[in-house]
T-cell receptor
């Protein structure tokens, strides 16, 4: 089956630093990847849609200058949390689909970010 | 616009009992519907999906869901709960362009 990986699985950083999270589709090419944020005991909130070779599309209320997304290849998308603050602490999950249509999204295992 | 409502943020059943997790959707187009399961500190795993074929959809781990257009529902069921079924369950509707809109989630507890 389709496998999506994320790295790192957990990261602790100091306030003001930047953190990069990688999302890789291991056995298929993903023209579209999605980034979600999940607070404890809550649902997933879509942050942005990452399209290979073009700018990401951000959902309303998500700061694009704070959450930088790069989708440089068909198997890799990165989310960089710039100048992280404690309120950015959360569980970040990516997903990938094969062609951006109505197909199934395959989810990565998530990255737990803690900003001190 | 699409939306999903999951009735009941927490459901508790005894081991061996029927599992019923409720999901109602709203969609302006024929919907694609999904059920995902999330174990603690993990990503989401697809249980099953409805894509306008058979209205009764069978998934992994003995789960199934029935699409009922007249009731705008897509409830998830399993005849006999196992302890390993304890997890968070999310219903989702496709929102175009591959996007998914998730419900609030239902935490399933299974008592021995």
């Amino acid at each position: 089956g389709a496998v999506v990986s994320q790295h790192p699985s957990r990261v602790i950083c100091k306030s003001g630093t930047s953190v990069k999270i990688e999302c890789r589709s291991l056995d298929f090419q993903a023209t579209t990847m999605f980034w979600y944020r999940q607070f404890p005991k809550q649902s997933l909130m879509l942050m942005a849609t990452s399209n290979e070779g073009s700018k990401a599309t951000y959902e309303q209320g998500v700061e694009k200058d704070k959450f930088l997304i790069n989708h440089a290849s068909l198997t890799l998308s990165t989310l960089t949390v710039t100048s992280a603050h404690p309120e950015d602490s959360s569980f970040y999950i990516c997903s990938a689909g094969a062609s951006g249509g109505r197909e199934t999204q395959y989810f990565g295992p998530g990255t737990r970010l803690l900003v001190l | 616009a699409q939306s999903v409502t999951q009735l009941g943020s927490h459901v508790s059943v005894s081991e061996g009992a029927l599992v019923l997790l409720r999901c109602n959707y709203s969609s302006s187009v024929p919907p694609y519907l999904f059920w995902y399961v999330q174990y603690p500190n993990q990503g989401l795993q697809l249980l099953l999906k409805y894509t306008s074929a058979a209205t009764l959809v069978k998934g992994i781990n003995g789960f199934e869901a029935e699409f009922k257009k007249s009731e705008t529902s897509f409830h998830l069921t399993k005849p006999s709960a196992h302890m390993s079924d304890a997890a968070e369950y999310f219903c989702a509707v496709g929102a175009g362009g591959g996007k998914l809109i998730f419900g609030q989630g239902t935490e399933l507890s299974v008592k021995p």
